[in-house]
Each structure stands twice: as structure tokens, then as C-alpha cells.
């Protein structure tokens, strides 16, 4: 047919509508929905048909077009996906995933009250952050702690309490620059702090903060370089050595851990990364880190340090603000329980699992996937192979942890066409391209998402 008799043969609204199929779907759904997508999808065959790139339509087709849009409009904005990238923290996916027992208790108080500022010893008004701080105390060492959204707001909220109108010494090389363009400077310029910087990028000295300490220096700041490493000639003070000299010139010592870790990884083949409790061992008078990365709990900041200052902090007005709600603390809570149990944390608590266990578990487990993909395709080719995980969030950027992978190619689809289409499946499934070949990396898939993949590919092989 030609263009005209393609136009022609689009059918009308009203016609549409006494079809069976959209019958049922407008017991469903709104009248006004329906006819949303009808008209949204008429006019893409017509447009469609105008611009030369279809040359064949039928009803059939126009119908089943029609309630895949409806499906569409139905669907949540915000859905589960499949992380086969190999990028543990990914911080576009959600970054960590929760562990079961964090989830059990986001559902048990999501579905009913709680007495998320009720003290039921005392029958009245209580603090919503005394559900976690005694178990943050315990875990690391320190005298009090508190809960905001993110370590952003937790850095924040720190130095406008401590150093409003007053001078925070921190070293150029650890003027860092966060997730989603987020600078450390300009954190410190909305808190009302003024910046000071000292030393050069690779190397400060101890009398590069002595030389800038005045009367009106109120605190002294490290941030921990999470997500970037200077190598070669380089100099930084100690942490030691900075809360001495906090500690003579009475003087708080501000520690920006970001991810924040309550494990030593080092233990487990990493490279070193400072602990919480380490830096409260210290003497650091405050300590800021992330509770949704290393962690591997829900976002949150999460404040640890001298009671004193921790008060001031939730006396503060931007602690309102910035504050978590019941689903978080909830979360944070079933999330630091885990810790107590430092035999079983790492198989508790998914990010670790997925960040320390041996690639072994995952070459089995990438054979499994193989042989059921193989089973069930017939237009791909797949090879088992060694390959590289990363941690992700901005953390451990060094790191490379050895894993296994799928690397699937076909004759007949390009690689950016399987990687599109998977992401475009029902329960979207997010891969990597490397060579003209689709990756699926074992390390951040569940066991339980195989059948997800196996049928995403199938889908491909339909057409």
C-alpha cells in the first residue's frame, strides 16, 4: 500500500473502542486514559507512515500497540532492574542493596504506626534518633551520634554548627568534588563557613595548618579522598598529628570519611580504608561518612563524635530540614544490627557479599547461567570469561575485583541493539558493551534474576 492508502487504513477512536480488547481495558482503567493512548499511538503510525518508515499496518497491530502504551502509563516511574555491570555501589542503580532483615523492618513500620518520636518507657514526646544512636555508639566507640539525609547534609550540617562565620582549615588536596557535580568548597561556602586552604594539591605540611590557625579558626577539616588516589610525590599530615594540634589549640577536628567502612578491608585483600572506629580511636572530635555505600545500608549521613558538639548539631534548625524519616531510620536500623554480628556481617549484608566474596562462587554460578541461556537461544554465542568488578559510589577507585562474566555476541543483532532491547525488557536488565560484546557479570546478579535474563534474551530472539 502507499501512503495514502496506509492513512486511510488507520482506524478511527470510535471504532477502536468497540473492540473487545479495549472493552475489558476500560473496565480497567479511566475513559480518559484510554483514549490518551489511542490517540498517542494513531498518530505515531501516522507520523510514521508520512516520514516513509512504515509501509505495512493492521489493526492487530495497532491494538496491541495500544494496550502496550496503556501498560506503559501503568507501570511505576520508579522500578526494580537487574545490575549486571558488575559496578557493585552503582550510584545511577540505587547504589547498595538492602539486606533482608533492613527490609522486613522498612515493611513492619511502613505498614502501620510506629513510635518514631514516642518514648514508650516515659509515655511521651521522644527523639527519633535515639532508635539508632545507642547501636552506632556501640559499634564505634564513639560518645554520640545522629542521623541525616545524606553525608552532603551531614557535612553540612557539621560545619555550620561548629564553624558558622568562622575559618575551616583544610589542605588543597582534599577539595574533592562529589557525586552530581557536589564540591566540597561550595558545601563549606553554604554552611557559612570560610575556606582556608594550605599546603599545594600533593603535598601539606603540619605548620601549613599551624602557620593559618587564628582566633578565628573554627575547625580544622580532613575529607578522605574516596574516590581519587594522588600517587608520587606526596605529603599528608597524619590524623595523629592533626588532633594533637586541634587538641592544643582547642580546636574540633572534622573527619569527611564518605563512604565510611565499620570493617577492615584490608583484612580481605583491599587496599586500606580508614574505619569509623579507627578515626574515633584517634580522637577525631567529629566523623561524617554515608550510610548507603560501604556501609550497604539505605542513603542517610550518619554523624559520629564528642557529645558535646553532636548536642549542638541537633539543636541546630537545619537539622529539621535535613532529618530522615521512619522508612530510613527503619532501614539504617536493620541494617547496623548486622554489624554486631562480625563473623556473619560479610554474608549479611548484600554490598559485602557481593564486594568480598571469591570469584570461584561466581564462575559456577556464570556456568549456570550459560547453559540455561544456551538452552533456551539459538542466535547468540557466549563465552565464559575472567574479568573485573568494580566497588562504584566513588569508593575504593583502585580496586579491581576479579570476577567472572558472560560475553555475548551475535551475527544478527549489534551489540548496542541486545543492550537496548535488555534494557527495555519488562524488569529491565542493565549490561555493559565492551568489543561488540554484551557483559554480564555474575558479581551483582541474585541467583534468583537468571530466569529474568534468560527470558530478556529470549524476547530478542522472537523477533
Same mark, same amino acid.
Given at each position: ?218 575547625? %580544622? /577539616? ?6 581519587? #588516589?594522588?600517587? @608520587?610525590?606526596?605529603? *599528608?599530615?597524619? =590524623?595523629?598529628? +592533626? ?111 557481593? %564486594? /568480598? ?6 564462575? #559456577?554460578?556464570? @556456568?549456570?547461567?550459560? *547453559?540455561?541461556? =544456551?538452552?533456551? +537461544? ?86
Amino acid at each position: 500500500m502507499n501512503k495514502n492508502e496506509l492513512l486511510r487504513s488507520l482506524p478511527k477512536v470510535d471504532e477502536i473502542l468497540k473492540e473487545e480488547i479495549m472493552e475489558e481495558a476500560i473496565k480497567k482503567n479511566s475513559r480518559g486514559l484510554i483514549l490518551d493512548c489511542i490517540r498517542e499511538t494513531v498518530d505515531w503510525y501516522r507520523n510514521n507512515i508520512v516520514n516513509g518508515k512504515i509501509n505495512d499496518i493492521s489493526k492487530e497491530t495497532i491494538l496491541k500497540s495500544i494496550i502496550s502504551n496503556l501498560n506503559k502509563k501503568n507501570d511505576l516511574h520508579l522500578k526494580k532492574v537487574i545490575n549486571a555491570t558488575g559496578i557493585v555501589i552503582h550510584t545511577n542503580l540505587g547504589r547498595s542493596v538492602l539486606c533482608k532483615e533492613s527490609i522486613k523492618n522498612v515493611v513492619k513500620i511502613a505498614e502501620g504506626y510506629s513510635n518514631l518520636e514516642y518514648n514508650l518507657d516515659k509515655g511521651m514526646r521522644g527523639s527519633r534518633y535515639d532508635h539508632v544512636e545507642e547501636l552506632i555508639k556501640v559499634l564505634t566507640g564513639a560518645e554520640a551520634a545522629m542521623v541525616v539525609n545524606n553525608n552532603a547534609a551531614a557535612v553540612l550540617l557539621a560545619l555550620n554548627t561548629l564553624c558558622k562565620d568562622k575559618q575551616a582549615i583544610v589542605s588543597r588536596g582534599e577539595l574533592v568534588e562529589i557525586g552530581g557535580s557536589f564540591r566540597i568548597p561550595d558545601v563549606m561556602s553554604f554552611s557559612g563557613a570560610e575556606l582556608i586552604e594550605v599546603g599545594t594539591t600533593n603535598r601539606t605540611h603540619l605548620y601549613d595548618y599551624e602557620n593559618n590557625i587564628n582566633e578565628n579558626t573554627g575547625i %580544622l /577539616l580532613r575529607v578522605h579522598s574516596s574516590n581519587f #588516589k594522588i600517587i @608520587g610525590f606526596t605529603e *599528608r599530615v597524619s =590524623l595523629e598529628e +592533626l588532633v594533637k594540634l586541634g587538641c592544643k589549640n582547642n580546636i574540633p577536628i572534622i573527619e569527611d570519611i564518605g563512604s565510611g567502612t565499620l570493617i577492615d578491608f584490608s583484612k580481605y585483600g583491599f587496599n586500606y580504608e580508614p574505619t569509623v572506629q579507627n578515626s574515633i580511636k584517634k580522637g577525631v572530635d567529629i566523623v561524617t561518612f554515608s550510610g548507603d555505600k560501604m556501609l550497604g545500608g539505605p542513603q542517610a549521613g550518619i554523624i559520629v563524635g564528642k557529645k558535646v558538639l553532636i548536642e549542638k548539631m541537633k539543636k541546630n534548625q537545619l537539622t529539621r530540614a535535613l532529618r530522615i524519616d521512619k522508612m530510613t531510620l527503619a532501614a539504617l536500623e536493620g541494617t547496623l544490627k548486622m554489624y554486631l554480628n562480625e563473623e556473619k556481617v560479610v554474608e549479611l549484608i548484600p554490598t559485602l557479599y557481593m %564486594l /568480598l566474596t571469591s570469584k570461584e562462587i561466581h564462575k #559456577k554460578r556464570a @556456568g549456570r547461567l550459560k *547453559r540455561k541461556l =544456551l538452552k533456551n +537461544l539459538s542466535n547468540f554465542s557466549i563465552s565464559l570469561n575472567e574479568d573485573y568488578s568494580m566497588v562504584g559510589g566513588g569508593s575504593m577507585p583502585e580496586e579491581k575485583i576479579e570476577t567472572y562474566v558472560l560475553k555475548i555476541r551475535s551475527d544478527i543483532y549489534k551489540s548496542e541493539e541486545i543492550e537496548k532491547r535488555l534494557r527495555e525488557n519488562i524488569i529491565p536488565i542493565i549490561t555493559r558493551i565492551n568489543k561488540d560484546e554484551v557483559i554480564i557479570d555474575l558479581r551483582t546478579i541474585k541467583d534468583e534474576e537468571f530466569d529474568i535474563i534468560v527470558e530478556g534474551f529470549k524476547s530478542i530472539d522472537k523477533v
